[in-house]
T-cell receptor, first 113, second 110 residues
Framework: EAQVTQNPRYLITVTGKKLTVTCSQN?????MSWYRQDPGLGLRQIYY???????DKGDVPEGYKVSRKEKRNFPLILESPSPNQTSLYFC????????????FGPGTRLTVT | RKEVEQDPGPFNVPEGATVAFNCTYS??????FFWYRQDCRKEPKLLMS???SGNEDGRFTAQLNRASQYISLLIRDSKLSDSATYLC???????????FGAGTRLTVKP
């Protein structure tokens, strides 16, 4: 089954404790991205990757890091989480940048206290 | 001005009603347009792409008006299962510049 998976689905953590949210897709898509969704603001892009070893900042990259060592995986790293990073995070992939449907993972609800 | 703006909602309609959502976008160079559906606490899923000539998929009709820079979604004969948030998405062909509207919430009541 074609899908995007994320882990963990729910996470409560404390300020400053490094965490990683994993994202994996099995569709051989080149383009992957991370979004955060906050009430009234819609989805905002954090980082994206056009292909392996190619990443770039989206609209709200501050406080986040990503890597793309393999085509299928695109982890999101919060080196020192802060309460304003409490949000719902979605990973997404698409075959090519800017073309066609984006497939989203199930979401990760993060709370930073 | 936001790059993609949607009707604020919420829309509360009875079963069987016809409901329409509009979405305006600011970038006149935008090339690709989509409507996504998002159920509560779930991931967005593609509902339909929006083509220049307009397109229909069952009870759903999408229209694009380039001159006025808006897209619309019409839902006929609303079902309870149509209750969701509808996201307008606009991007510029060939790059990553995908912008989401904040969404319009629809509740269809018996």
């Amino acid at each position: 089954e074609a899908q995007v998976t994320q882990n963990p689905r729910y996470l409560i953590t404390v300020t400053g404790k490094k965490l990683t949210v994993t994202c994996s897709q099995n569709m051989n898509h080149e383009y992957m991205s991370w979004y955060r969704q906050d009430p009234g603001l819609g989805l905002r892009q954090i980082y994206y990757s056009m292909n392996v070893e190619v990443t770039d900042k989206g609209d709200v990259p501050e406080g986040y890091k990503v890597s793309r060592k393999e085509k299928r995986n695109f982890p999101l790293i919060l080196e020192s989480p802060s309460p304003n990073q409490t949000s719902l995070y979605f990973c997404a992939s698409t075959r090519l940048a800017g073309v066609g449907e984006q497939y989203f993972g199930p979401g990760t609800r993060l709370t930073v206290t | 001005r936001k790059e993609v703006e949607q009707d604020p909602g919420p829309f509360n309609v009875p079963e069987g009603a016809t409901v329409a959502f509009n979405c305006t976008y600011s970038n006149s160079a935008s090339q690709s347009f989509f409507w996504y559906r998002q159920d509560c606490r779930k991931e967005p899923k593609l509902l339909m792409s929006v083509y220049s000539s307009g397109n229909e998929d069952g009870r759903f009709t999408a229209q694009l008006n380039r001159a006025s820079q808006y897209i619309s979604l019409l839902i006929r004969d609303s079902k309870l299962s149509d209750s969701a948030t509808y996201l307008c998405v606009v991007n510029k062909e060939g790059n990553n510049d995908m912008r989401f509207g904040a969404g319009t919430r629809l509740t269809v009541k018996p």
